[in-house]
């Protein structure tokens, strides 16, 4: 998996010296889905703080997180039962999103009652990701021969993107909860794509992240200080096929426990999402009918909290 510097990328995308970082981007989005970037202008100081607040937050008695549980009609909270192509993973999460009532859910942030210090990093952590999430979109546009700012208006107004802390506990966290659940997984995330146009994920130095290509698996290795991206379904959409949303897994853990943090950046409710006047020609046809935002991320989170059939994929609205 390539490790890009976006430096450039950062300060202005359209400049001659952010060239090379757009198109080792678009060249690691075909071939691998895949990327590490370095030199992202999230400061260092957020990054250890945002870790302690996720740490300090698992770390709670069980009754200060199932207070802010998970439900079918509200995906905001906590969560230690989530289905991954309907086999139970190995962890517990807490999601959060922007402010106020969310445009899908018609739902609010479940904030655990601790420390203010909790609501307000992650805050200013999501706030962080999100300004690198633009940046990264922007080449993703010029990477496509797009103007820089040719996808903006479908994340601006109120883009859904969420974040999610991933803990990886070495034992079962549901071994003493009172619930109905599956067998616990062999794995800590089953194989699956994500559902939006293209993820920001910190993971800690334990490792266990894998992505799918050419028939094997092969290790998102840590690396100090960089964050792992990969594009999701919607930007496959996009660019009919060009960029790919990869496979990929969490191996379960088994001597230590492990951390990640991934933000999920996702378009408007209202985007409606089809292949892009660049990537569509005679020769090139659209591989895609138009995807309502809303419905097919509605879908997929209720595959998520329990098992109500097969998952939706995007090759249901291939042509
Ligand atoms: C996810 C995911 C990877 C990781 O939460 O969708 O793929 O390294 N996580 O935790
Ligand atoms: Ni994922």
């Known amino acids: 998996v390539p490790v890009i510097d976006v430096g450039a990328i950062i300060q202005d995308v359209t400049s001659p010296a952010a060239n090379q970082a757009v198109q080792s981007i678009a060249a690691a989005a075909s071939e691998w889905g895949f990327f590490q970037v370095v030199n992202h202008g999230v400061p260092g100081s957020l990054i250890d703080a945002t870790w302690r607040e996720t740490a300090?937050?698992?770390?709670?008695?069980?009754?200060?997180?199932?207070?802010?549980?998970?439900?079918?009609?509200?995906?905001?909270?906590?969560?230690?039962?989530?289905?991954?192509?309907?086999?139970?993973?190995?962890?517990?999460?807490?999601?959060?999103?922007?402010?106020?009532?969310?445009?899908?859910?018609?739902?609010?942030?479940?904030?655990?009652?601790?420390?203010?210090?909790?609501?307000?990093?992650?805050?200013?952590?999501?706030?962080?990701?999100?300004?690198?999430?633009?940046?990264?979109?922007?080449?993703?546009?010029?990477?496509?021969?797009?103007?820089?700012?040719?996808?903006?208006?479908?994340?601006?107004?109120?883009?859904?993107?969420?974040?999610r802390l991933n803990y990886y506990p070495v034992r079962d966290p549901l071994e003493a909860a009172n619930v109905e659940a599956l067998p616990v997984a062999d794995l800590g995330v089953h194989h699956h794509t994500d559902a939006g146009a293209l993820t920001v994920l910190m993971q800690d130095d334990v490792g266990g992240l894998q992505v799918f290509r050419d028939g094997y698996w092969h290790n998102v290795e840590p690396t100090p200080g960089a964050f792992v991206i990969n594009t999701g379904d919607m930007m496959q959409v996009w660019s009919n096929d060009i960029y790919q949303a990869a496979i990929h897994r969490v191996l379960a853990m088994e001597h230590t426990d492990r951390y990640s943090i991934p933000f999920f950046f996702n378009p408007t409710a209202d985007t409606s999402v089809s292949p892009l006047p660049s990537v569509v020609s005679d020769e090139r046809p659209a591989r895609y009918k138009t995807i309502n935002w809303s419905e097919f991320r509605g879908k997929r989170t209720d595959g998520d909290y329990a098992d109500y059939g097969p998952e939706v994929q995007v090759a249901q609205y291939r042509i």
Not at 75 to 89: I, M, S
Not at 97 to 111: K, L
């Open 56 to 163: 300090g937050f698992f770390d709670r008695p069980a009754s200060v997180k199932d207070a802010i549980m998970r439900t079918r009609d509200n995906p905001w909270g906590y969560y230690n039962n989530e289905l991954t192509k309907n086999q139970r993973d190995k962890k517990e999460v807490f999601d959060y999103t922007t402010d106020g009532v969310d445009p899908i859910y018609a739902s609010e942030n479940r904030w655990p009652d601790v420390n203010d210090s909790f609501r307000q990093t992650l805050r200013a952590y999501r706030d962080a990701v999100t300004d690198l999430s633009h940046a990264l979109l922007r080449a993703f546009c010029v990477g496509l021969d797009l103007p820089a700012g040719f996808m903006q208006s479908d994340f601006s107004k109120r883009h859904t993107g969420f974040i």
